[in-house]
């Protein structure tokens, strides 16, 4: 809780994070990054897949390719995505979710 951490993440490699009001920065590109709380700030580079759990969560990414959020007021802002088809797989459940893609 209340944690402020810069994660150097190898490729290939699942982050996860459990907790309230933590600012986390991951640097390198990972295969997962697991939510589970409140009130969470990710950054990082390439993500392929993000699973929230809760709610208030802000996540700001560079690219993924999927996006699985159950809760409410979760948001994930990314800028690319690896998909043929441009677009990120996007699965919620819950009230005010939201999943954009940013310049």
Not at 1 to 21: F, L, P
Not at 23 to 50: C, H, P, Q, W, Y
């Amino acid at each position: 809780m209340n944690n402020n951490r810069t994660i150097e993440a190898k490729a290939g490699e699942v982050v996860q994070i459990i907790g309230a009001d933590n600012k986390v920065a991951i640097r390198g590109n990972v295969s997962k990054l697991i939510i589970e709380g409140k009130g969470n700030m990710v950054t990082g580079n390439d993500i392929a897949a993000i699973t929230i759990e809760g709610s208030d969560n802000m996540v700001n990414i560079g690219s993924v390719e999927t996006v699985q959020i159950e809760g409410i007021k979760n948001h994930v802002h990314y800028k690319s995505t690896k998909n043929k088809s441009g677009q990120v797989k996007v699965s919620t459940q819950g009230a005010d979710n939201m999943v954009m893609k940013v310049k």
